[in-house]
């Protein structure tokens, strides 16, 4: 239960970004991280944008595909902007620009939340708590990774909710203080256009690197407050559905396996 007494429309933006998918022109995959969310947590209320990054050619796939975006904005109360040839990070900056609300929530449409989470309750720390900035919602256990979260730590100060301190900086699902962004990290990213999300996570990631190289994380974290969703070594809160996998690239995939086992099998035999 929140302490605050401000409604979740008013503290929290949620933010989609989608392109035209293999699977289009059916919109399942955004669907389903859009009912996934509401099932997890309350954002009941809460403004939800979703930019489409329209393709050039367009085409008849295309055109039913938008269609049915439209339709689905509609049935559930979906902000749809059209952006044609835009891309991730400019539709991004475009979002950041957009929203009224302290807090924004970045889901891209092929992530899904797999546990519950108290959004009211992260809200009421990011609240209190000026030092958290980015609490992402890992798709791995909250341990350290080589080249991503090889830094961790608990957050022993906030007793609300657990939180894990990283040295990673990363664009999946995650709710940001709006105001960090547009003090600091937009101007890290810059508004040059960028191909997909090329642009912000790797320029935000390596920038705080640095920080930690030169000043030492102790130093570098309250200033970039990045976070993980729940403590040390819990469990994964979301999964990548990852709508851009078809059938034909996973036969693929399997074909590619088969003639490497093909090729290794050959050798061996020829080997005396």
Known sequence: MSTSPIPMKDRLTIVTTTHLLPSAPSVSVLRKTVAILRKSMNVEGCRHLVYYDQPADGGPRQEKYLANLER???????????RPRSGLKKNLIEAIG??????????????????????????????????????????????????????IEPEDRIK????????????????????????????????????????????LYWAYGR???????????????????GGMHAR???????????????????????????????RNRSEP
């Open 72 to 82: 689905l904005a509609a049935s559930h109360a979906l902000e749809l902007n059209v």
């Open 160 to 203: 609300e909710i657990p939180l894990t301190r990283t040295s990673a900086w990363s664009n999946q699902a995650h709710v940001a203080r709006v105001s960090k962004w547009r003090e600091d990290w937009l101007d890290i990213i810059g508004p040059e256009p960028d191909v997909r999300s090329y642009g912000v996570e790797e320029k």
């Open 98 to 151: 957009a929203t009224t609300t302290p807090y924004m929530m970045f889901l891209e449409h092929d992530w899904a939340f797999r546990r519950p989470v108290k959004i009211e309750t992260l809200l009421d720390v990011f609240d209190k708590y000026d030092h958290v900035n980015h609490v992402r919602f890992n798709m791995h256990n909250n341990d350290s990774y080589f080249m991503w979260d090889h830094l």
């Open 211 to 229: 920080d930690i190289y030169t000043k030492g994380f102790h130093v570098a974290h309250p200033h970039w407050g990045t976070y993980l969703y």
């Open 236 to 266: 994964p809160f979301v999964h990548h559905t990852n709508g851009s996998v078809t059938t034909a690239s996973l036969l693929e995939y399997g074909a590619k396996v088969k003639r490497l086992f093909q090729r290794i099998a050959a």
